[in-house]
């Protein structure tokens, strides 16, 4: 009898101590979650109520949460291939990333912090590249935030592609990405209103989109309340504290995978293109969906670049010193307007760990594809060098066409109103 009512109380003991330690458990795990990015802003735009002050304080919200896994990522050999093994600096970093992950150690040795990111040894980099002070300003400037991967979000969205999911809609079909610049509100605006709008297309096809943004030069008029404004009033702005720059473009696309994989993760396809651009919206949506499932989920297609090479003259936009990168680009789909399968996001953003950063974004796309075995489609109704002259005013050449380069917000809506017109016969 005694024994028995020992085992008892012991029993009884060691459920209220199992009890005790996982409510405690729960808490741990309810107060880390509701320290998460996704609780912080409610409303679309509330972080950027005043830049100056998020300058001070910037939130130090960033997706590094995602640890890609790089130990099962492997690089084509096609890639390998391409970019040879020389004197360049680029090449050397690919390569040595390269060793590094066959051995299997950590290939990359990308800063999380963004404040500690930036190489500010000038010697360090003369020792490794031995013009680096006749490279231009801007292009020193990237080599030194090369590792620098994790700016602080100020406007983010964080249930742009959800809020139809939890009312049991259909999960995001396309997200159009657009690249824009702070100032640049007439042309979202335009957007808006023609190709970009947002909501359910032919058979119930949802399509979503965001703006993406870096923030503007110091000395520049402040537009943050502005921005915040557009942001509460259209839920469209994606903002991270990185200056607006050409060459901070490659960064702005990998935080476009990082933002798609949080919080889009489910979407079929992404057009990524800039906010002069005139897509026809309902050609693109027919295409995607007349795909084979297989071809939809290896999607890379636009305006194919196939043989191209750096360019070597320093007066150049596109500028690429010898002594950085010594090869030809892998064919790549020009950045104006591309589309990329929604499936190809975790590959492409875990290769982009091993492939060191590019400066021009488009080309460190198809680089990225190339080392996940995925090559560029060419797609004629992507003319991201624009039609023919004659052609520009033509409405029936621009309703068979897909993407066509450059419009000003004006003729974006006199296209759009002109190729929906039901007068209209071609
Ligand atoms: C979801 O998609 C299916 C098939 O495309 C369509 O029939 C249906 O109407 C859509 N539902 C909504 C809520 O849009
Ligand atoms: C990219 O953004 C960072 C962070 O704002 C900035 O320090 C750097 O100068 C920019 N790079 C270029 C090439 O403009």
């Not at 972080?47 to 002050?53: C, F, G, I, R, W």
């Not at 990237?142 to 999960?171: A, T, W, Y």
């Not at 919080?263 to 992404?270: E, W």
């Not at 680009?329 to 492939?355: D, K, N, T």
């Amino acid at each position: 009898m005694r024994r028995i009512q020992t085992f008892i109380a012991m029993v009884l003991l060691v459920t209220l101590v199992l009890i005790f330690f996982y409510s405690t458990l729960h808490l741990e795990m309810t107060y880390s979650h509701r320290a998460g990015p996704e609780d912080v802003p409610r409303r679309p735009g509330l972080q950027a109520k005043d830049h100056n002050v998020k300058r001070q304080t910037p939130k130090q919200e960033s997706f590094t949460t995602l640890h890609p896994d790089v130990h099962n990522v492997s690089v084509s050999d096609s890639l390998r291939q391409t970019i040879s093994q020389n004197g360049a600096y680029w090449n050397r970093l690919l390569h040595s990333a390269l060793r590094n992950l066959d051995k299997g150690q950590n290939p990359s040795k990308h800063d999380s912090d963004w404040s500690r990111c930036r190489e500010t040894n000038p010697e360090l980099l003369q020792t490794n590249v031995h013009d680096f002070t006749s490279y231009p300003v801007l292009f020193q400037d990237f080599l030194q935030g090369m590792n620098c991967r994790s700016p602080p979000v100020l406007i983010n969205q964080p249930n742009k592609c959800m809020s139809g999911e939890r009312k049991g809609d259909n999960q995001t079909f396309l997200l159009f990405a657009i690249k824009s610049n702070p100032g640049n509100f007439e042309r979202r605006q335009a957007v808006r209103e023609t190709w970009g709008r947002e909501g359910t297309y032919q058979s119930g096809l949802r399509v979503h989109t965001v703006f993406l943004l870096g923030s503007p030069p110091l000395d520049d008029p402040d537009l943050s309340p502005l921005l915040s404004f557009e942001a509460r009033h259209f839920g469209d702005i994606l903002q991270w504290d990185f200056h607006e720059s050409l060459l901070n473009l490659t960064l702005k696309m990998n935080m476009l995978l990082q933002w798609t994989l949080k919080y889009c993760p489910r979407v079929s396809f992404i057009f990524s293109g800039d906010d002069d651009v005139f897509v026809n919206s309902l050609a693109l949506l027919s295409y995607l969906q007349s795909l084979e499932p297989s071809k939809a989920s290896q999607l890379y297609v636009g305006h194919v670049i196939s043989t191209a090479s750096p360019l070597r003259d320093p007066k150049s936009k596109y500028y690429i010193p010898l002594s950085f990168y010594d090869s030809p680009y892998p064919a790549y789909a020009g950045g104006g307007g591309f589309l990329i399968s929604g499936a190809l996001l975790q590959p492409l953003y875990s290769i982009s760990h091993v492939i060191p950063f590019f400066p021009i974004d488009d080309v460190y796309t198809g680089m990225c594809l190339k080392a996940v075995g995925v090559s560029p489609e060419a797609h004629a109704g992507f003319q991201t060098f624009d039609v023919k002259e004659q052609d520009r005013e033509n409405l029936c050449v621009h309703k068979d066409l897909i993407l066509i380069h450059q419009r000003s917000p004006q003729q974006m809506k006199k296209l759009w109103k002109g190729i929906h017109s039901p007068l209209l016969t071609c």
